[in-house]
């Protein structure tokens, strides 16, 4: 629990640095993507309390029935009127009301992709995600690739997949428009799963620039999920993905 503990204070300190930058005459949307227990949103609307100048309002969404019945409770429990939670995939997730920042803590796998494609979708100013396992492209790696002396090896393969990940789910939101930094929330020894990607929408535009990403997944010969949530239609030869 205290790994826990750590892991949202820390990434509550860089959402708190966001959010002070933001125009605080406005209310502030966030959506918490697979939220499960919705810890981090919990935290977030009491030091909020603390702030304020600042009015914040949370969705939070999750598959897990059970889990948003318990959040739901919690928040009954704790008097947070601002706060919404709904059951279902985040990739189904809609809303009349404007997004301002999406945010996701160790979603298992492609669940923090759906939340980076969600928050493009619905154009976010911000996306700040902490991804958990990673284990897509693990298996696409093995072979046919400059790096292959590399990935020949279990525990290194494991270990780049989610370096590539990472650089691959960086690259997408640049090509989108965003502005990308990559933060550790706590210290390694504490958790691995420690990397916040950090994305700040710099660009409106409906054009994608997605050179980096594209030379990235070509390198590596990879199939990666984020850009099935934009391509209706299948990669070329090349897995060029021009949406």
């Known amino acids: 629990m205290n790994k826990k503990i750590n892991e949202i204070a820390g990434f509550c300190e860089q959402i708190l640095k966001v959010v002070r930058k933001f125009n605080r005459e406005k209310e502030i949307v966030f959506l918490e993507c697979s939220c499960g227990k919705s810890y981090l949103s919990f935290v977030l609307s009491y030091l909020f309390e603390k702030e304020s100048e600042i009015r ?3 969705i939070g969404v999750d598959t897990n029935g059970e889990l948003i019945q318990r959040c739901e409770k919690t928040r009954d429990i704790l008097g947070y009127d601002n706060m919404v939670f709904k059951q279902g995939r985040t990739t189904d997730f809609s809303s009349e009301r404007k997004i301002d920042v999406v945010i996701a803590l160790h979603a298992c796998n492609t669940a923090t992709d759906e939340a980076i494609a969600k928050g ?3 154009g976010a100013k911000y996306i700040m995600v902490v991804p958990c ?6 298996s696409q790696i093995k072979e046919n690739h400059p790096l292959t002396s590399v990935t020949q090896f279990g ?8 370096i590539l990940t990472d650089a691959l789910r960086s690259q997408f939101l640049l090509g989108n428009g965003y502005y990308v930094e990559l933060l550790e929330i706590v210290p390694p020894k504490l958790t691995p799963k420690n990397i916040l990607i ?3 929408k710099i660009r409106n535009t409906n054009k994608r620039n997605l050179e980096g990403y594209n030379k990235l997944n070509n390198m590596f010969n990879t199939n990666f999920s984020l850009q099935e949530y934009f ?5 070329n030869d090349d897995k060029v993905c021009a949406c």
């Open 56 to 58: 914040p309002s949370f």
């Open 120 to 122: 493009i979708e619905i």
């Open 133 to 138: 396992c990673q284990g897509q492209l693990r």
């Open 155 to 162: 525990l290194l393969r494991s270990k780049f997949a989610d």
């Open 198 to 200: 950090s994305a700040r």
């Open 231 to 235: 391509c209706e239609q299948p990669l």
